[in-house]
């Protein structure tokens, strides 16, 4: 990867990766994300893979019924998707 900040944002796909990162390695929001619960929730689902509701309410002490509204609105989006009992990031598109 270069120093350079603005060849910084593709290294990683200089490596064969798809991902953006900003010029500190950082991957950016998709920007369908407008409320803070919604990118929390997608923040801590990046970050451990998949998770269950109960483990997403005890995680980000959010009861489930501030959750199934963001889990909704993150599926309709194409951010994330539910496989059986758990929810899992989908495949990130460029942005």
Do not use: H, Q, W
Not at 8 to 35: C, H, Q
């Amino acid at each position: 990867m270069t120093d350079d900040p603005e060849t910084a944002a593709t290294g990683d796909r200089e490596n064969g990766g798809s991902r953006t990162r900003d010029a500190l390695g950082v991957e950016p929001l998709p920007e369908r994300l407008d409320s803070s619960p919604a990118k929390l929730v997608y923040l801590y689902l990046r970050a451990v893979t998949e998770a269950r509701l109960a483990e997403l309410r005890r995680s980000l002490g959010m009861r489930a019924l501030a959750l199934y509204p963001v889990l909704e609105l993150l599926i309709d989006r194409g951010l994330v998707e539910r496989v059986d009992d758990r929810y899992v990031v989908t495949a990130e598109e460029e942005t």
